[in-house]
């Protein structure tokens, strides 16, 4: 059981953020049922000989393996066709990301808090809720997640057709600059990662009490939202390892130019996100009285 409930807090660390729901709602002056969780160490040695910490980069895996799985897949789908009308479209490739998201980390966030994406644990690091060890371990699973699940589709597409639909892979398009698509990545994985941080804020939990959320909820929508803004001007990364991962398994010229920006878009991102939430939301100082 105390494996568990370590690994059940937010980012897997052994710092534990929840906080019960249901109880009566409390006013400003009334003492909040609420403690400051320690941040996470910069490097926690006794992480490395733990099992939870690779069964949580294993869920973390598994999680980006099938995200790319279904979401590429549906990219596959609509671009084959000639008319979008004789597919889901614009809005499903939306649902399809989005909609994943929710499942996933509604499945991954009791083990390893749920990330599938680089920029959310580089967010979530930066807030110091999670470790550099498990933050640079979550990434690197997260990125070969990404290439097996790219390379699924391809299999399954097979290499012409995978070629000739572009892979999935991000890129900014015609009629947009480079600019146009880094402010794109930079205010998409903003909205993204504020959310998250939002949704998974133990001090709300306390202070609103009285409101349940399911946190997976405004996340995966939170990302439909901003796949319907963005597609048609990058295809929508907001999420390094699914752009190196299709980048990697479509293997062409086309993007590599472009692919810097779906990392450093993402990044600027989450740490923007990160700033905003922890000194003007949480109102965390940078020193300590």
């Given at each position: 059981m105390e494996a568990k409930e370590q690994d059940v807090s937010l980012g897997a660390n052994k710092?534990?953020?929840?906080?019960p729901l249901g109880i009566a709602a409390q006013s400003q002056d009334e003492p909040k049922d609420y403690q400051e969780p320690p941040p996470a160490p910069l490097f926690e040695p006794s992480e490395?000989?733990?099992w939870s910490f690779y069964r949580a980069g294993i869920a973390e895996f598994i999680a980006t393996f099938l995200f790319l799985y279904i979401t590429v897949l549906t990219v596959m789908g609509v671009v084959r066709e000639s008319s979008k009308c004789k597919t889901v479209g614009i809005q499903g490739?939306?649902?399809a990301f989005g909609g994943m998201i929710f499942a996933l980390v509604y499945?991954?966030?009791g083990i390893s808090g749920g990330h599938i994406n680089p920029a959310v644990t580089f967010g979530l690091f930066l807030a110091r809720k999670l470790s550099l060890t498990r933050a640079l371990f979550y990434m690197v699973m997260q990125v070969l997640g990404a290439i097996c699940g790219a390379g699924v589709v391809k299999g399954f597409e097979g290499k012409t057709r995978f070629g000739d639909l572009k892979g999935g892979a991000n890129f900014v398009n015609p009629g947009y600059t480079k600019g146009d698509g880094l402010g794109a990545e930079i205010v998409g994985t903003f909205i993204l990662v504020y959310t998250v941080f939002s949704a998974t804020d133990a001090k709300r939990s306390a202070r609103d009490s009285h409101v349940p959320i399911l946190a997976p909820?405004?996340?995966g929508f939170a990302v439909f939202l901003v796949h319907l803004a963005t597609i048609p001007i990058t295809g929508t990364g907001i999420n390094p390892a699914r752009s190196l991962g299709a980048a990697i398994i479509f293997n062409k010229d086309l993007g590599w130019d472009d692919h810097w920006i779906f990392w450093v878009g993402p990044f600027i991102g989450a740490a923007l996100a990160a700033?905003?939430?922890q000194v003007v939301i949480r109102a965390i100082p940078f020193k300590s009285k």
């Open positions: 710092f534990p953020e929840r906080q490395l000989t733990s490739i939306a649902w499945c991954t966030a909820l405004p996340i700033l905003y939430h």
